[in-house]
């Protein structure tokens, strides 16, 4: 059976956003071309997670279509390098989800709630900010901006991977990048959005004004914030071939066995210490 799974991360605190979503998906795909529609809900108060995944056996095409035209903001809910398989496993070995399949409006209604219900233990963020007075929580949304040279992708490519296999949200231009994009206002768009900068130095990035640019902008924002913002992967470079201001940094050498690790403890830390 040929079948193309989809997976989107949704909002818990603000999960009733989505429900024209599903309802308007419903109304479009039936049950014999959408074979799965499930919700994997995660409600450690630490890492909050609201995944829809769904399965196509046949009109994933015209799925595609449909979402470029009626819902673009859902390309950017969609959860890149994660397989059902992945999911499964996760489920399995950590117990990490409850989930809940459905095909109907009723069914979902069900448990798509501000309350509390079998399958979200929390309410929603409306819900608790009435309930506490303007204190609520939020989703883990912290994310990072990969800045690189495109002649490094064979480099960067397992990188970004590494850190998704991490449940590191990143900013990737190859993803976020769509034909007929402005390229300079998605990568402000990026900049924006992102509490952090991976900055991978290389001698084809110092090579790159639009890769130098990003690094100066993260470089301004240090400077102004008083907070470090990024983090240097050197690549190739010696450290008198940095740029002067870098040289003063911390970095990580991509030689080192355990480079990855050590990428990946630090985004967790700045991650908590930064309360996104």
């Known amino acids: 059976m040929n079948t193309k799974s989809y997976l989107f991360e949704l909002d818990y605190g603000k999960r009733m956003e989505s429900k024209p979503f ?16 499930t919700f994997l809900v995660n409600n450690n108060p630490y890492n909050f997670e609201f995944l829809l995944l769904l399965v196509f056996e046949k009109q994933d095409k015209e799925f595609d279509h449909w979402l470029n035209n009626s819902y673009p903001k859902m390309k950017y809910r969609f959860l890149y390098n994660y397989s059902t398989d992945d999911i499964v496993k996760k489920q399995l070995e950590e ?5 809940f399949s459905f095909s109907n409006e009723l069914q979902m209604n069900e448990y798509l709630k501000e309350e509390s219900t079998k399958i979200f233990l929390f309410p929603s963020k409306e819900v ?10 939020s989703s883990n949304s ?69 890769a130098k640019s990003e690094m100066n902008y993260f470089l301004q ?8 913002n990024f983090i240097c992967i050197n690549i190739d470079l010696e450290h008198n071939e940095l740029p ?5 940094y911390r970095y990580i050498d991509f030689k080192n066995d355990n480079w990855i690790s050590e990428l990946v403890n630090i985004i967790s830390k700045k991650a908590v210490h930064n309360n996104v």
């Open 221 to 228: 924002k240090r400077i102004n914030s008083k907070t470090p």
């Open 244 to 248: 002067p201001l870098i040289q003063d």
């Open 142 to 210: 912290y994310k990072v901006f990969l800045s690189h040279s495109s002649k490094d992708k064979p480099i960067i490519e397992p990188v970004f991977t590494e850190l998704q296999k991490s449940e590191i949200k990143v900013w990737y231009d190859k993803y976020e990048i769509e034909y007929g994009d402005s390229i300079t206002e998605k990568i402000n768009l990026g900049l924006n959005e992102c509490g952090l900068g991976i900055i991978c130095l290389s001698k084809n990035f110092m090579s790159s004004n639009w």
């Open 128 to 137: 608790c900010t009435k309930k506490f007075g303007g204190k609520n929580y």
């Open 95 to 99: 117990r990490r989800y409850n989930a």
């Open 22 to 37: 599903l309802i308007d998906l419903m109304s479009n795909f039936d049950n014999q071309s959408l074979t799965g529609i």
